[in-house]
């Protein structure tokens, strides 16, 4: 289950010409959960970029650390605590990768995850919001996850689901029906995906240099001669 994010350099504009920024992007090149984190939500007909933090935290949460920073789309429909974000409160979290772990016999091997043209990916998730005061409030986001593709499955075997920029509208608009929003909630392409091992170093969150994305090997990509 994805744990860290990469986000940096991101064309967001050039991606989506009529966003707007309410805060600036939040970057890192290991982001953990329980931070702050960018996402792009539908606010009156807008695509508006907002800060959110990166775990849910429905009003009657009683411990933060119980936040979960990621849903299973298994159980969307069927968790009280995921039903009704899910069902109209969508957003997208925009980044250059995200990292998993591959279970090795004596540690794990880090993994950062790509659009093989390294072009943003657009993170399928669910926001929330908890009212500290009459007026005072914080929105929390938790990334929806999905069964990993043949490709990347052994690395691990969840990944977060991929919104695709042509339905990006579809997605995020809270009158969407389920029959759409659940075929969306799919594996990534073979071909959309790659993967590359980087350094240990960014198995600790306080590790924030930009050498945690560089690569120590190839990377990992669906072929033509791989095809079923």
Known sequence: MTGRLHVQNLPLTRLLPTLTNAEPLVESPNLAPR???????????????????????????EVLDHAPHCARAETLESRPMFRDAFNARRCVIPVSGFYVWKTQPRSKQPYLVTQVSRAPLLLGALWCRYHTTLTAFTDSAALITVPANLLLSPLTDRLPVVIPDHALSAWLNPDTDPQTLNSLLSPAPLELLGAFPVSKHVNNPAYQASSCAHPTGSMLRWAVSQEP
Not at 42 to 57: D, N, P
């Open 35 to 61: 931070r702050p984190i960018s996402a792009i939500r539908l606010e009156q007909g807008q695509y508006r970029l907002a800060s959110l933090f990166w775990g849910l935290t429905p009003p009657w949460l």
